[in-house]
């Protein structure tokens, strides 16, 4: 699961929120494997602007992820995101597996 | 670096450039460690919809990332893009280094 969140109106206060409180909520998630966070600078060459913080969670497939969500664990990350990202603007989301090619 | 694609107009032509043409291309990239590719479907549960293929570029770290795109590999990998992706709204390209949490 990638996760990009936009730039918050706050960025101090996201910061406290996201790895004091969203980072532990994250890491009881059944089934997380890893678990990145990017660094800044966030460079974007072409495309969406104003990236703030990028998230891979990484599970061993699309169903595993999908059942970490289904826990109450997985309900109080996906309430404590809506918190980060009050609009659904605020955030990207993607789910998918991948393939080393 | 997290390469999303929208949903282009022509998908199999789409699908015949990406692993015929830029595949091959990307995979000369100096100093890629790992190429990841999304499979479908992806579920985007917030924000962006119509993503339709995700790429995922190891590197060494932004720096390596950085001069892989300034050889002639990278330039033609940037130029082929442009094919896949002919308007920046078609991609979102975003360049950071992670550290896992």
Known sequence: MVVIYRTPPDVAAFDTHYFDVHLP???????LR???VSKRPIATPAGDAEPYLVA???????????????TPEGRACAADRRVLAPRDEDVQMYLFESAEV
Request: hydrophobic share 50%.
């Open 25 to 31: 909520l994250a890491h009881q998630l059944p089934g």
């Open 56 to 70: 891979i969670l990484y599970f061993d497939n699309l169903d595993a992820l999908r059942q970490a969500f289904a």
């Open 34 to 36: 890893r678990y990145e």
